[in-house]
């Protein structure tokens, strides 16, 4: 897997062309507006308005930016090949969390697409690094933020 290449599941490459279709219209139109407001105020050299504005537009122009260069190299998750037997991107993976004694379970995603609070987290984030490659009955310990973790890997499946 490149690092050049972003990896997307179809519903966040989804989210983000919506996103970027976003900024390139409806927030450019509210931007160039507010400029326009804060010129119609006269004098731009000392006018905070038109300052803010504009630093707003250079963000959204960056995000614009940034946005397409990420989708110029995606590749859907769903198109690849990757093994059923072993934890990838784009696995969803049920652990035994020992410490808690309970069953959790998380989508293994690209850094674009985590959300914790749907259960997808990146494959960079320490939990996902150390779930990568491997299979069911595995056991890993994983050194998180909130301390030493242990996981039992109970199913591994895709979609």
């Known amino acids: 897997m490149s690092m050049n290449t972003t990896y997307l599941t179809r519903a966040g490459y989804k989210k983000l062309k919506d996103e970027l279709e976003y900024l390139k219209g409806t927030k ?13 105020h006269g004098d731009i050299s000392e006018n905070a308005e038109y300052d803010a504005a ?13 946005l397409e260069v ?13 093994p059923d037997d072993k ?21 293994l995603v690209s850094q674009e697409e985590a959300d914790f609070k749907e ?8 939990v996902g690094k150390a779930l990568l490659g491997r299979e069911v009955g595995d056991s890993v310990k994983v050194k998180t933020p909130n301390g030493l973790k242990e996981y039992e890997i109970l199913e591994i499946t895709r979609k």
């Open 28 to 40: 450019r139109r509210e931007i160039s507006a507010l400029i326009g407001e804060a010129r119609a």
């Open 87 to 107: 934890v990838y991107i784009g696995a969803r993976v049920k652990l035994y969390d020992c410490q808690a004694d309970a069953e959790v379970c998380y989508l």
């Open 119 to 126: 259960g997808k987290i990146s494959t960079t984030a320490p």
């Open 54 to 66: 504009k630093e707003a537009q250079a963000h959204v122009e960056r995000k614009i930016a940034e």
């Open 70 to 82: 990420k989708l110029a190299r995606v590749r859907i998750l769903e198109d690849e090949d990757l």
